[in-house]
């Protein structure tokens, strides 16, 4: 049963990287793609150490939220705005992917690859953090809301509480939750205030 619910998680996912590819066509957003290619690279190293530890349908939202920048890095090559921009983020983010892959071979544990592919993902999250908070029109908020199921899914299927089944998840919960504010920050600071004096 639970298998079902994650695959469900799975094709919401990829239906949010669907509107945002769309988007991104239209010229509606402005991908980094180091960032996205960064974005494909972490999650699908944190997985394969996940599931090489053992994990099963947990991995599931943390493959495809590597599955899913992929595609946006394929098809930001039909979107005239999409760009790459090498800045230190970039070159940070790549040694950690390098790292977490280096420590995975020479130590073969699992927790160290999805350590560093977290801090990876996470050094390739501060562009596009701080081009949501200056700049929230040129981001697409409806996939990180959509991811969001996906995420929670990976939760219903984790087995036993270690590290290896969950970090990633919660990474994953924490980098999307700071993204969709920096989007919509003013739309829900609006209707706070709305609220407070109605």
């Known amino acids: 049963m639970i298998q079902y619910i994650v695959l469900l998680g ?30 494909a690279i972490a999650p699908l ?22 599955f899913g920048p992929l595609l946006v890095l394929i098809f930001s090559f039909f979107s005239p705005k999409s760009y790459w921009k090498l800045e230190i983020f970039d070159y940070l983010c790549g040694f950690f992917s390098f790292f977490a892959l280096a420590l995975w071979v020479i130590t073969k544990d699992p927790v160290i690859a999805i350590v560093f592919a977290i801090l990876s993902d996470g050094v390739a999250a501060v562009p596009t953090l701080i081009k949501s908070w200056n700049h929230p029109e040129t981001e697409s908020g409806i996939l990180y809301l959509i991811s969001f199921l996906g995420i929670f ?6 087995k036993s509480w270690v590290f290896s089944e969950y970090g990633f998840l919660v990474y994953l919960v924490i980098v999307n939750t700071l993204i969709v504010f920096a989007i919509f920050r003013f739309k829900i600071l609006e209707k706070l205030n709305f609220k407070q004096f109605s």
């Not at 899914?153 to 984790?158: D, E, N, R």
């Open 45 to 66: 190293i944190g997985a394969a150490a996940a599931f090489s530890n053992g994990v099963t349908w947990a991995v599931v939202p943390v493959f495809m939220a590597g």
């Open 153 to 158: 899914t990976g939760f219903l299927a984790v």
């Open 10 to 39: 799975a094709m919401a996912q990829l239906f949010g990287v669907a509107f945002y590819i769309k988007d991104m066509i239209l010229g509606k957003t402005k991908p980094n793609r180091v960032t996205w290619l960064m974005w």
